[in-house]
């Protein structure tokens, strides 16, 4: 037989049987299931209901479940049976996936605001009896007090056990019974003929919670005649409280001459001899209105200590005081124990804070025996702030706070009617106290006692206040 056709019958002999099992795995593998996912491993939510069938991306064949969701009620990996069939062929498919939880707690409220009484403790046990959270714990923060009017908000942050965290607030309102304050009431108020007349040039006023006070008035004043014409005034807070008077304005040709006030001195010497005593010191409180100042001839006058304006703001505009640099300096060579006091005219915390800010650049190094004074006079124009009582104390405590934080002593400034009147929880507060009289009447605690503006003190030119440091354990 012929090479040729030896070969030919070799070749025949082997592609027979490879054809046919090239057909028999053709078939297996048409006929078998297949399927094919969207991805592997996917990350689910807990709690969040998955059809299975969604991440499927290709099959040829039945699909079976075990369930019609996937497990997510709890935090981990898992695997899903995918059953599969086509013809006589099945099989169970794995698919593995991982369940997370990076869903904050919801925090719910049963009450959106509370209305209490004044005076009424509110704490732990009655937030919780507001909040609910569906899982984890709960802190809340608020600056309720219980002992002034106005709106508190109480924070609730949630974390759950996989650090997720939310935060949500409600609001406090203790019940406002204090009708609007009257700081000035505008009697004697005198203005030109022929000006422009407008009654919040003339008064003062404020309330303890309602930082925007409704003012009403009947009557009009017609500054193109001379003649005196009277109005009613009505002041309305927020709780529906009022506060009533009437004045009468007087237009007139020009104002009459002021009376020369009575020019009277008072002696760093005669207020040695009137208040000397154990657990005193005596000193002086300046600013650039006294100049320069001779330090070392006010100690040998009797000066110990003296408190000096560092600067002041005009509504977060800070200005320092020209002669601070100089006062600090002087007096400290001179040997005086020194306070600084920021007078102020913030209505804001954020004003409040960039001043203080600043302030602490200037007092970088320096130590203060007496601290850092907070000074806010400006009631004869408090309406223009749009701030209550509240949010004033709300300032001096943002001042202390900070100041306390940088290692520095705070203290309060104010006369005995304020002290009384508007600023709170003076008992706990270290207290500057300006009072003009031979003794004292102020009931609260105080650390300094400023008693006269018309002192007079060898190194100074014109009049100083002249103050009383009580020393306290």
Known sequence: MAVKDILKKLKLKFIIPFMAVFLIMAGIFFLTPSIRFKEVMPTLEKGFEYNPLDFISKTNCEVSLESETFKTDEVGDFVFNYHIKRWFFERDVPFAYKVVDTTPPHIKFLEPTIVIDSGVEYGRKDVEANVQIDEGTFEYATDYDPTFAGIYTVTIKAVDDYNNESTASYNIVVKDSEPPMILASGENATVLKGSTFDIQNHIAYGDNADPEVTLTVDGKVDTSKIGSYPLHLTLEDYSGNKTEWDITVKVVAKFPKEEESEDYSYSFE?????????????????????????????????????????????????????????????????????????????????????????????????????????????????????????????LYDVFEDTVKRKGYDAMLYGSKYYLDTIWSHTDERKIWLAQYSDEPTYEEPFCIWQLSDHGTIDGIEGHVDLDILFETE
């Open 270 to 394: 005669d207020f040695l001899k009137d208040y000397r005593g154990d657990g005193r010191s005596f000193g002086i409180d300046v600013s650039s209105w006294q100049g320069e100042i001779d330090y070392e001839a006010a100690r040998k006058a009797g000066c110990e200590f003296v408190l000096m304006r560092i600067a002041y703001s005009d509504r977060g505009r800070f200005v320092l005081d020209n002669q601070f640099e100089r006062n600090i300096t002087e007096a400290k060579k001179a040997g005086l124990k020194c306070g600084v006091y920021f007078f102020s005219y913030d209505a804001t915390q954020e004003e409040m804070l960039g001043s203080l800010d600043k302030v602490f650049e200037y007092l970088e190094g320096i130590d203060l025996e007496l601290g850092i004074t907070f000074d806010w006079e400006d009631f004869w124009y408090f309406q223009d702030y749009n701030m209550s009582f509240k949010d004033l104390n709300h």
